[in-house]
């Protein structure tokens, strides 16, 4: 713009897929004119350059539910970890709080909806891809079932059987 290349750095995990993710976009703003360099770092080093500071990064979560991301990624209150990008935007805080407040299904439901329409429209993250959870048991695992909604499985009620 105005003469002056648009270039920053993208940090990503040293992951398979992060960093093909990474090359794709690399190459895809390339052909936009924007110069980005990628910086692949081991898990500890990575999540020490978010909370620090970097210009962008490529983030994988599990949550299906996207409140989770709201106040965890974007909400103010979380700054600098783990809303990395520092976004700070008082109306996801007042769609947050009056989420947080809300006393029946109406006001939740009128919450979320703001919440959602907030985000879309100041956009501070932007979700690129989302990958799918493999989850595999083999026939001798009984009693494990996965859930839409749960982050990591529960094995309260699992049990082998050893034959």
Known sequence: KNGV???????????SFNRDMASVLQASLAELGMEVTI???DRGAYFEKLTAGTDSSLFYYLWPVPIDVVSLFVGSGTIP???WSRANLPDVD????AW????????????GNQF???IAEQLPTIPLVVRNSVWVAR?????WLPHAYDIYPHYNDVWLDQS
């Open 5 to 15: 290349r648009h270039a920053f750095n993208l940090s990503v995990q040293d992951e």
């Open 39 to 41: 910086e692949v770092l």
């Open 81 to 83: 970890a783990p809303n």
């Open 94 to 97: 007042a769609a947050l709080e």
């Open 100 to 111: 947080k407040q809300a006393a029946n299904a109406e006001e939740l439901a009128a919450a």
């Open 116 to 118: 959602q329409l907030v």
């Open 139 to 143: 026939p001798n695992v009984h009693g």
